[in-house]
């Protein structure tokens, strides 16, 4: 295994490669500290995953919501991509307008 490190956008990522050999069985993950591809929460608040356009919120204020429940449809690159909880929040305040562009870790919605 060898851990290179990636810039994407000005973002850098550490990627861990496995070298592959010819056979017919699967490559299978080795480590236990893999990267959640679900919402940033922090301080309260869930951040968007990418950069995008909000097409659809779909929570409101005081809203309670379960894990899996769908929050918001982002658009990123001419694709929908739904940001759901990852565990049971309440909504306490909706940081984005639909239509509105945002950023790579923006803060959008406050939860608790």
Excluded: F
């Excluded at 929050?71 to 239509?99: Q, R, S």
């Amino acid at each position: 295994m060898k851990i290179y490190k990636v810039k994407v956008n000005g973002k850098i990522y550490e990627v861990e490669l496995e070298e592959v050999i010819e056979n017919d069985e699967p490559i299978t993950k080795t480590t236990s500290d893999s990267k959640n591809t679900s919402p940033d929460i922090k301080n309260n608040s869930i951040k968007s995953p990418m950069q995008g356009t909000i097409q659809k919120i779909l929570v409101k204020p005081n809203q309670k919501v379960e894990k899996g429940d769908s929050l918001i449809i982002l658009e990123a690159m001419k694709l929908e991509n739904d940001i759901t909880a990852d565990k049971d929040y309440k909504i306490i305040a909706i940081l984005v307008e639909e239509g509105d562009t945002v950023n790579s870790d923006q803060p959008l919605l406050k939860v608790e």
